[in-house]
């Protein structure tokens, strides 16, 4: 009988508004659950604290003159130099080559999958440039040192070939990388472009070549520039393959035939080196994860931004 | 003015200039995408032509040794599984709860929940190395201090994967129509009897696909690992959360590194089982969209 009550109640829906204890039930899962979301809140909290403190403490001991001035960066060696310019360098002269790759080569792709494809190519191709995209960033870095600069080296038309570590190997596959991530976002942009401003510009004689370039183009802009903003900066933020095929030689130069050591390079090569907890060595790493966070972050929040921007327009 | 003739005339030629204008562009779009795929191609291709020597039984159940002959990856094989593990039961309850929170129950009007959301976006966009820096900061060393250990690694790509997994799980629930809460409503559920036996079933082909990627994502990484210091010599499978471990991802940057050939085709012979993983993964994600597509 009491068995026969249970199973009753269980099923009747209203049991959680005649006895609170459901509604307390209720009440702490939303809770849990907000607590889940409330995580990030957390772990963003946790990486700023992580790196501000110890950047602290490294300004301390070397003034941010130096840092952001100096052309000099040895800070693991005794008597080191602390001068990060180098490493910035390196950074965007990598950063520039994938970009010359990812950014046109995304966009074109994006306006291929949303203006040219046809419905088949398009459920056949898209996957496609997803695996792209799911390929681990050891792999790519593989690719470029043991694929492409021996490539390079050997078809080189200009005077002293690249060195067996260069930045022209590393950014351009770092383009190619990057690609996918570019040609998604775009192509959401583009697809959230009515319909009827392409059937407008058809109905008035428009090809599709100027469709795309005058209509959808245009119109998507925002979308398209928050993608080539995320695309910089996840070019900034890519550790692997530096590390692998552009190099560990810090290096003032803006020539990409060059070995060169980027910010991510060097702190992934540092944690290589086991650094002392406290060392001046061991906060360098935090010191330059510290600029290399900001530098993302003030990319990452106009991309939201942008996003958002053309979300409004047309949802 | 131009006469009747001139202006057919400059019709056509328009027309003309415009078609290869047309054909050129289309051109470059459509190259833009081969590009992409010949690089997918040849990378698979590299690997397979370069490790196919060192390609057998021996490199699976071998473990890491300085004489590449006998080189193989049985420990970093058993330490991936075990991050996959933390990742799986960490990152993805987490991931959905939030997910849930987020589309099911947040109020956007109020402040914490715009922030919530504006600040998951961005980590979403965080470089993974400075994943590694928390993880170094708080879990290997500083106030917890547990070391390179699989626990370390395992939370850090938890971190890592986090926000992915919430975006992903995110649009999975936001594609079931709000029709089928709505009627759950009025028939009497609560608003979690209604999410939690009617959106989230219906949403569960999106979840997994999420979820798979994230743990693809997951067993890919490398820079935060290294920067752990991770990168240990290990010739023993992990025993326990505690244990110190190599991963896949990481025995192949650390062979990669190395100068002799023999290890760049035992790294290139790794890269084919990574690389047969992880596409396996996301094919498998891409297939099950499309298997449970449900046009509303």
């Not at chain 1, 040192?145 to 770092?174: I, K």
Request: glycine content about 8%; overall charge positive; aromatic content about 10%.
């Amino acid at each position: 009988m009491a068995t026969a009550t249970k199973v009753m109640s269980a099923s009747r829906p209203l049991e959680g508004l005649e006895a609170g204890r459901g509604r307390l039930r209720e009440k702490l899962i939303v809770t849990s659950l907000f607590l889940c979301a409330a995580l990030s809140i957390l772990v963003t909290l946790g990486i700023v604290v992580a790196l501000v403190e110890p950047s602290i403490e490294f300004f301390a001991t070397i003034s941010p003159w130096e840092f952001f001035t100096g052309t000099e960066w040895s800070p693991l060696f005794k008597n080191g130099e602390f001068g990060v310019l180098p490493l910035v360098a390196g950074t965007m002269v990598v950063t520039v080559i994938a970009s010359f790759v990812c950014l046109p080569l995304g966009l074109f792709a994006a306006i291929y999958l949303s203006e040219y494809a046809t419905q088949r190519t398009r459920g056949f191709v898209k996957p496609i440039l997803e695996i792209l995209a799911g390929v681990p960033t050891v792999v790519y870095g593989f690719f470029a040192l043991t694929f492409v600069t021996p490539l390079l080296r050997e078809n080189w038309l200009f005077e002293t070939p690249p060195q067996v570590f260069n930045a022209l190997s590393g950014g351009l596959v770092m383009g190619i990388m990057i690609l996918p991530t570019v040609a998604s976002i775009a192509e959401d942009a583009m697809f959230a472009v009515p319909q009827s401003l392409r059937a407008g510009a058809a109905a008035l004689g428009a090809t599709r070549y100027e469709v795309s370039t005058r209509v959808v183009v245009p119109a998507a802009l925002s979308g398209i520039i928050a993608a080539f903003v995320l695309g910089i900066s996840r070019a900034v933020g890519e550790t692997m393959i530096v590390l692998i095929a552009v190099g560990g030689t810090p290096n003032l130069t803006w020539n990409p035939a060059k070995a060169m050591q980027t910010m991510t390079a060097f702190i992934g090569a540092a944690g290589l080196g086991d650094q002392s907890t406290g060392s001046i060595g061991y906060k360098t790493i935090f010191a330059v994860g510290m600029t290399l966070f900001l530098m993302t972050l003030v990319m990452n929040i106009i991309s939201i931004r942008l996003v958002r921007k053309y979300r409004e327009v047309y949802d | 003015m131009s006469t009747p003739t001139e202006s057919v005339l400059l019709a056509s030629h328009r027309k003309r200039s415009l078609r290869v204008r047309d054909g050129a562009f289309r051109a470059a779009v459509t190259g833009s995408v081969v590009v992409g795929l010949a690089v997918l191609v040849a990378l698979i291709i590299q690997s397979l032509v370069k490790g196919w020597p060192k390609l057998g039984l021996d490199l699976i159940t071998n473990f890491p040794s300085s004489f590449y002959e006998k080189a193989g990856i049985q420990s970093a094989i058993f330490g991936t599984l075990w991050l996959v593990a933390i990742v799986f039961v960490t990152a993805i309850p987490i991931g959905v709860g939030a997910a849930v929170y987020m589309e099911m129950f947040a109020d956007t009007n109020v402040w914490y929940n715009r922030v919530i959301d504006v600040i998951i976006q961005n980590l979403a966009a965080v470089p993974s190395i400075v994943y590694g820096i928390l993880g170094l900061a708080f879990l290997a060393r500083g106030f917890i201090d547990l070391g390179p250990v699989l626990l370390t690694g395992g939370l850090t790509l938890s971190f890592l994967v986090l926000p992915v997994v919430i975006i992903a799980s995110r649009e999975a629930l936001r594609s079931v129509p709000s029709s089928i809460l709505d009627g759950a409503l009025a028939l009497g559920a609560t608003r979690w009897q209604g999410v939690s036996r009617q959106v989230l079933p219906a949403a569960i082909p999106g979840i997994a696909t999420a979820s798979i990627l994230a743990v693809s994502r997951a067993i890919g990484e490398a820079a935060p690992l290294l920067l752990l210091g991770a990168l240990q010599f290990i010739t023993f499978n992990p025993t326990g959360l505690n244990s110190s471990f190599t991963a896949l991802p990481i025995q192949i940057f650390n062979w990669i590194s190395r100068p002799q050939e023999g290890f760049h085709v035992a790294a290139a012979a790794a890269i084919i089982v990574l690389l047969g993983i992880t596409l396996l993964l996301n094919a498998t994600a891409i297939w099950l969209r499309r298997r449970f597509q449900q046009t509303w």
